[in-house]
């Protein structure tokens, strides 16, 4: 494997970080050497060493699906305004600095 070259960074508490060295030192080893090892076993089995949390879903009431509907339906749909959809980016900005009055006197139109 080539030399080491480069340097992996992490946030934590001072608190977590002195702990952990404590731990790491009794068992004879380091945090770099833990991080090596570590990112050797996620290359070899492309997967974490630990389960992943996964998030709960929130079941919501009928109420609350009701009262979130309504809401929606009470929302006012604006017409879209397709008058700038065969434009290229540049041409409508121009369109939209003409319309501010910023080509005025210069034979722009």
Do not use: C
Not at 2 to 17: Q, Y
Not at 31 to 38: F, G, K
Request: glycine share 4%; charged share 30%; proline share 4%.
């Amino acid at each position: 494997m080539a030399a080491a070259d480069a340097m992996v960074t992490a946030r934590m508490s001072s608190e977590k970080k002195e702990m952990g060295n404590r731990v790491l030192e009794e068992l004879g080893t380091n945090a770099s050497q833990v991080i090596n090892q570590l990112y050797d076993l996620i290359i070899e089995k492309k997967a974490l060493p630990f389960p992943e949390e996964k998030a709960q879903q929130r079941s919501f009431a009928p109420e609350e699906i009701a009262e979130a509907k309504a809401w929606m339906q009470r929302l006012k749909v604006l017409p879209l305004d397709n008058s700038y959809a065969t434009m290229t980016d540049d041409e409508i900005r121009r369109e939209r600095l003409a319309s501010r009055g910023h080509f005025e006197g210069w034979g722009v139109a």
